[in-house]
Nanobody, 123 residues
């Protein structure tokens, strides 16, 4: 399984940005896609996750109401729409995949990881 994240960049506070994560090598619907982020000097933080099959989502408290995860099965892609970005959202964002259907927030439970994409929000 390979994951390729893209879409990061530098924006101003209040702006929006959409990240994409294209996957390959997976089959079926029995997995969950997650987004995590890591700011300098901080631990990796759960952003949100989505069941690939049913589309159910689950978000971390710090992004709830501002970020939305969706997926396009035809493109094997999961998206992270980020609205009303704030400087504290600055981090490297990672997409990840885990086998199963539980919407875990624990990064150690995810089996596959993409490379990160940098998001920088200035005030």
């Amino acid at each position: 399984v390979q994951l390729q994240a893209s879409g990061g960049g530098s924006v101003q506070a209040g702006d929006s940005l959409r990240l994409s994560c294209v996957g390959s090598g997976r089959t079926g619907n029995n997995y969950v896609m997650g987004w995590f982020r890591q700011a300098p000097g901080k631990e990796r933080e759960f952003v949100g996750s989505i069941r690939w099959g049913g589309g159910t989502t689950y978000y971390g408290d710090s992004v709830k109401g501002r970020f939305t995860i969706s997926r396009d099965k035809s493109k094997d892609t999961v998206y992270l729409q980020m609205n009303t970005l704030q400087p504290e959202d600055t981090a490297v964002y990672y997409c990840a995949a885990k086998i199963g259907t539980i919407l875990d927030s624990n990064a150690s439970l995810y089996n596959y990881w993409g490379q990160g994409t940098q998001v920088t929000v200035s005030s």
